[in-house]
């Protein structure tokens, strides 16, 4: 237990950027919808690709930054990104997803200081990013909409 204590220590020190070589993150991102595994077989990736060079200690936050510069839909206020990493069985060609956060935009999420190396992200894993834009006008229920306050019944 000690041992994985201090090796969550180590991930948290932030990386010298200066002297440290980024790594490339190849995110994948979609408009309301995670991409399909099948879509990442035998070396296969789907077309939606974004390329980010960046550091082990790059944060959620960041990483939704870096996307909303380039995907001019995502930038309005309220926009979800959930972050779903995308690894390689070693033994077959098939892909594991795994979630690792969820931010918004222009609001606080818990995990916005969540960085790639809290996660189980190792260089060459892949980021599936589903991106939903906030409902702009929230539809109530058509009886609600018309439902008018009766007046008492007087004779």
Known sequence: M???????????????????CPLLLRVFCAMGHHNNLSEY?????????????????????????????????????????DFVLVSPEYNCPRFNAFEIGLTV?????????KTLGNTRFTIGDYLDVCITPPERFMRRPAQMRYLKKKKPFSH
């Open 2 to 20: 000690a041992a994985v204590e201090s090796l969550v220590k180590v991930e948290e020190k932030p990386v010298n950027r200066e002297k440290t």
């Open 105 to 113: 935009a222009g609001n606080r999420s818990p995990d916005d200081s």
């Open 41 to 81: 077989y035998r070396g296969a990736v789907p077309g939606n690709e974004l390329q980010i060079y960046t550091w082990m200690d790059a944060t959620l936050r960041e990483l939704t930054g870096l996307i909303k510069e380039v995907n001019i839909e995502s930038r309005v206020r309220g926009t979800t990104f």
